[in-house]
């Protein structure tokens, strides 16, 4: 009894051997493909005649075929060419392969930045002055009017609004890690 009981445990164990020797070998990665990052929106939480604050939503997409952390993002936001935010998500975000997440920030722009550099650059502007340079980026980004005697000015201005981000992204998976430049633009209404 016990020598068919021994032939059976060593035939059995011989063909699961066999079996798992058969099974196709899955490739290991060797080169980590950079995350696309994208501006997907840039939402007004806040518009005021002192601050104005916004809300910038990103969406990464893992092209990998498996997961990676992004252990940074930093972004700065401009309009017309004029820094209006800037910040990071510094708290590590799991991507699973093949898939895209939105991630989400905050920032604030007192409303004192932009006057303070129109005064301050080059030979400099007046206060009054750089209030009226100010009126037009400020409707664009959906503060409110912060000089009642400007009112007339104020209704003529645009909000059509074109926000760009750039910064950097960093991630990591399979022991392998990349850091990429990005530059993104969207264009919408306040």
């Not at 990665?29 to 518009?47: C, D, R």
């Not at 910038?56 to 092209?63: D, K, M, Y």
Request: aromatic fraction near 6%; charge should be positive.
């Amino acid at each position: 009894m016990r020598k068919p009981m021994l032939v059976l445990v060593v035939l059995l164990l011989s063909v699961s051997t066999l079996l798992f020797a058969c099974a196709p070998k899955e490739e290991v990665p060797t080169k980590i493909t950079p995350a696309g990052v994208n501006l997907e929106s840039v939402y007004k939480v806040f518009g005021g005649t002192e601050s104005v604050t916004h809300t910038p939503v990103f969406v990464i997409t893992n092209s990998n075929n498996f997961e990676v952390t992004v252990q940074t993002l930093d972004y700065r936001i401009s309009v017309d060419n004029e820094v209006i935010g800037a910040g990071q998500i510094p708290d590590p975000v799991y991507i699973p392969a093949n898939t895209t997440v939105k991630l989400t920030s905050c920032y604030t722009l007192p409303l004192s930045a932009p006057l303070g550099r129109r005064m301050m650059a080059g030979a400099g502007m007046t206060a009054g002055a750089a209030t009226a340079a100010t009126l037009p980026l400020w409707k664009m980004i959906g503060g409110a009017n912060p000089a009642a005697p400007l009112a007339a000015t104020w209704q003529n201005l645009t909000s059509q609004v074109t926000y760009k981000a750039e910064g950097t992204v960093s991630i990591s998976g399979l022991g392998m890690k990349t850091t990429t430049e990005y530059s993104r633009t969207v264009s919408l209404v306040s």
